[in-house]
């Protein structure tokens, strides 16, 4: 299966189950042989597939070079992106030169944004190995780094020029890493595909895995073209994000899992949404009901007061108002302002 993103600078994902033993052959068709690649990946996946994408690449004629890093949503720093630097530099590359990503979430917005920033922008290519990279963050242009006041909160958009979704990577997952990207799987139905959130609730969604993540990233796909810098529509694919953010913030980035933190997001914006009359009734009840089918956490560890606090520098906010996302019901969804208490009156 291959989906086009129409983007700026518009690429193709390609998703099929073998296609890591292609990357030679599809990165061909974007650089010259000869051209120099850094393959960035971390501790845990490097193990996995660095050798057979270096093999591939090696074989359509590219030098690779590699960086591995320290697995762990701990080391989305600068720190990290300064290895990054030093390892592209030492080994001379240029702007013509070429970054392949090799892993989850935080290999993609980390090598994107190295790319996107040494030498003032570079090519890169994507090859997402979790569920939630695959389904959801390879896709739409967003790298960056967290700080340590919040998550994400330096970065750029800079779109990938290819990428390589194989779903035979994901049978190398832990489960609950696995469980974890359904939390953004579960968002796209929640958002825009009703149908794919009934197959979620029925269980049988994840019988064509190939399928699902096909699906989720033409979700995706279709907001990142409508809003390609994140000014308006594309804000929706954030639902369950401002508190999922602030949770994860909250929890120090360890501990509690992206999707898991968004899984709770999700449910605490339809308990907002329901009691503001803007979200039908037990509708966050049916939600957290899919969740807790895949193993995911539906209820927060801490106080409303200290999660709305913690929104503060979420990149939604104006002020002290934060432009909120909202479903109406399954499907349907949208973006309301609303201050922060408002937002805590409506949680607690």
Same mark, same amino acid.
């Given at each position: 299966?291959?989906i086009?993103?129409?983007?700026?600078?518009?690429?193709?994902?390609?998703?099929?189950r073998g296609?890591?033993?292609?990357?030679?052959?599809?990165?061909?068709?974007?650089?010259?042989?000869?051209?120099?690649?850094?393959?960035? #990946?971390?501790?845990?996946?490097?193990?996995?597939?660095?050798?057979?994408?270096?093999?591939?690449?090696?074989?359509?004629?590219?030098?690779?070079?590699?960086?591995?890093?320290?697995?762990?949503?701990?080391?989305?720093?600068?720190?990290?992106?300064?290895?990054?630097?030093?390892?592209?530099?030492?080994?001379?590359?240029?702007?013509?030169?070429?970054?392949?990503?090799?892993?989850g979430?935080?290999?993609?917005?980390?090598?994107?944004?190295?790319?996107?920033?040494?030498?003032?922008?570079?090519?890169?290519?994507?090859?997402?190995?979790?569920?939630?990279?695959?389904?959801?963050?390879?896709?739409?242009?967003?790298?960056?780094v967290?700080?340590?006041?919040?998550?994400?909160?330096?970065?750029?958009?800079?779109?990938? #020029?290819?990428?390589?979704?194989? #779903?035979?990577?994901?049978?190398?997952?832990?489960?609950?890493?696995?469980?974890?990207?359904?939390?953004?799987?579960?968002?796209?139905?929640?958002?825009?595909?009703?149908?794919?959130?009934?197959?979620?609730?029925?269980?049988?969604?994840?019988d064509?895995?190939?399928?699902?993540?096909?699906?989720?990233?033409?979700?995706?796909r279709?907001?990142?073209?409508?809003?390609?810098?994140?000014?308006?529509?594309?804000?929706?694919?954030?639902?369950?994000?401002?508190?999922?953010?602030?949770?994860?913030?909250?929890?120090?980035?360890?501990?509690?899992?992206?999707?898991?933190?968004?899984?709770?997001?999700?449910?605490?914006?339809?308990?907002?949404?329901?009691?503001?009359?803007?979200?039908?009734?037990?509708?966050?009840?049916r939600?957290?009901?899919?969740?807790?089918?895949?193993?995911?956490?539906?209820?927060?560890?801490?106080?409303?007061?200290?999660?709305?606090?913690?929104?503060?520098?979420?990149?939604?906010?104006?002020?002290e108002?934060?432009?909120?996302?909202?479903?109406?019901?399954?499907?349907?969804?949208?973006?309301?302002?609303i201050?922060?208490?408002?937002?805590?009156?409506?949680?607690?």
């Amino acid at each position: 299966m291959k989906i086009e993103v129409k983007t700026t600078a518009p690429y193709t994902v390609t998703v099929e189950r073998g296609a890591i033993d292609r990357a030679g052959s599809i990165v061909q068709g974007l650089k010259k042989p000869g051209t120099k690649l850094m393959l960035i #990946s971390d501790s845990n996946v490097m193990p996995l597939y660095g050798q057979r994408v270096e093999d591939s690449l090696k074989a359509a004629g590219f030098p690779v070079f590699r960086f591995t890093f320290p697995a762990g949503e701990e080391n989305k720093q600068l720190s990290t992106i300064m290895d990054m630097y030093q390892a592209l530099a030492e080994n001379g590359f240029t702007r013509t030169d070429m970054v392949v990503t090799l892993g989850g979430g935080v290999t993609g917005d980390m090598g994107g944004f190295a790319a996107a920033t040494f030498l003032r922008g570079m090519d890169f290519v994507q090859i997402p190995t979790s569920l939630v990279s695959q389904a959801d963050a390879s896709v739409g242009g967003k790298t960056g780094v967290d700080l340590p006041f919040g998550k994400n909160l330096v970065g750029a958009f800079h779109q990938p #020029s290819a990428v390589i979704t194989d #779903s035979d990577a994901l049978s190398t997952l832990p489960r609950r890493y696995f469980n974890d990207g359904l939390g953004e799987v579960i968002k796209h139905g929640c958002i825009a595909d009703p149908v794919l959130f009934q197959a979620l609730e029925q269980g049988a969604a994840l019988d064509d895995l190939e399928q699902v993540v096909g699906r989720s990233i033409a979700i995706k796909r279709d907001f990142v073209e409508a809003d390609t810098r994140d000014t308006g529509r594309r804000m929706i694919l954030n639902f369950g994000h401002t508190c999922g953010h602030a949770l994860e913030k909250l929890h120090g980035f360890r501990g509690l899992s992206h999707g898991e933190a968004v899984g709770i997001g999700m449910v605490l914006a339809c308990r907002a949404g329901e009691k503001l009359g803007l979200t039908q009734p037990g509708t966050g009840e049916r939600i957290a009901g899919v969740l807790g089918q895949y193993g995911l956490p539906v209820k927060p560890e801490f106080r409303m007061e200290e999660i709305v606090e913690a929104t503060a520098l979420d990149k939604k906010s104006d002020g002290e108002s934060l432009r909120f996302i909202f479903i109406k019901t399954i499907g349907e969804s949208f973006i309301q302002p609303i201050s922060r208490a408002e937002l805590l009156a409506a949680l607690r």
